[in-house]
């Protein structure tokens, strides 16, 4: 299984590529309706899945209809509202695990009246609901007369100077986030620590709940700018990971440390990423280079659950150290290598 989805994961990246190219000359809006219908799709065969392959297949399509989704919906956002996209990236963000914890509030008391096959039936009705806004939304590009879909162009990788930086950078912080952060966690907490299931509960409900900070992401980059910003978030992980790794505080002193890297990090440091991401990506390329931004970081995703697994084998200190070193890494190659606009290196055109 763990295989399964990693090949899944690393073939729908690269199909994010494509699909960002794809955006680029024929418009986003066809993406997202696409999404939609492969929500719709996926929801409705769910109930009737009953053999490992169908199942396998429909966990598929939903990833598929989520990373279609993604592919567009940050740059539409972008597009749409430029000057005000650090704001909104961060009320979207928070809006989005508001309503995600309402939704996982509501399953048990859905599941149980309408069964698992209402349950289905009502997101895919959801689904659909969705796209039927969506049909009223007007694209504020126009798709690109006589343009043609660039296979080569797509999977060229090229990147500007600063572009490059930004990508390696949080590769290496992607890295070591999915060691630190990863499906380990709720056992690290049972390993080290002794903690029941409702302990766990209690800390992980904080922790989303702390991921709330995220509107204020838009504050921290009128005051600290786009770079001050990032920096104050990538140390936050640093810092976080690296002092409940290599110290062993007592469980209520390591739940403020730990929520550390979410507060002052998380949202915050992912607004400013996409802010300074979006600023560096031409207009005609913006969904092929995005989307490319994002593909650099699967290979790393993707091998991070062994690694962790590897480390815990040996302590579940590791877990820690290891994702706070890699965060210092990626904090050092940001602060050495990335040039403030003004100062960035000449590059050749479309090679941001």
């Not at 509030?105 to 599941?111: E, G, I, V, Y």
Request: charged share 15%; proline share 3%; glycine share 8%.
């Amino acid at each position: 299984m763990g295989l399964i989805f990693s090949l899944s994961t690393l073939i729908i990246s690269l199909i994010r590529i494509f699909l960002g190219e794809y955006a680029d000359v024929y418009g986003r809006k066809k993406v997202y309706l696409a999404s939609c219908a492969l929500g719709v799709t996926a929801k409705s065969l769910f109930p009737f899945s009953v053999s490992e392959i169908s199942i396998l297949f429909n966990k598929f399509l939903e990833d598929l209809e989520a990373n279609l989704r993604m592919s567009v919906h940050n740059i539409m956002l972008y597009e749409n509202a430029r000057k005000a996209y650090a704001k909104l990236f961060s009320w979207f963000t928070a809006s989005n695990f508001i309503f995600q914890a309402l939704g996982n509030l509501c399953f048990a008391f859905l599941l149980a009246y309408v069964g698992f096959t209402g349950w289905f039936l009502l997101l895919a009705t959801i689904e659909v609901l969705r796209l039927l806004v969506f049909l009223f939304y007007k694209e504020s590009r126009e798709e690109r007369v006589g343009g043609r879909i660039s296979i080569r162009e797509a999977y060229s990788f090229r990147f500007d100077r600063n572009l490059k930086v930004l990508s390696l950078s949080s590769a290496i912080g992607a890295l070591g986030f999915g060691i630190a952060h990863g499906f380990l966690l709720p056992l690290y907490f049972v390993g080290k620590y002794g903690l029941d299931k409702a302990q766990i509960s209690v800390i992980t409900a904080i922790h989303r709940l702390s991921f709330l900070t995220t509107p204020l992401a838009y504050k921290f980059i009128e005051k600290l700018g786009l770079r001050g910003t990032y920096v104050l978030s990538i140390s936050a992980y640093t810092v976080s990971f690296l002092a409940v790794g290599l110290i062993t505080f007592p469980i209520t002193v390591f739940v403020p440390i730990f929520l550390v890297h979410d507060l002052l990090g998380g949202g915050i440091g992912m607004a400013a990423m996409n802010v300074i991401m979006q600023n560096l990506i031409p207009d005609d390329i913006r969904g092929r280079q995005s989307n490319t931004f994002n593909a650099v970081q699967t290979p790393l995703v993707i091998i991070a659950p062994s690694i962790a697994g590897i480390l815990a084998a040996e302590s579940w200190d590791f877990l820690f150290i290891a994702g706070g070193l890699l965060y210092l890494v990626s904090l050092i190659v940001f602060c050495l290598l990335f040039k403030e606009p003004g100062q960035a290196l000449p590059s050749k055109k479309h090679e941001i």
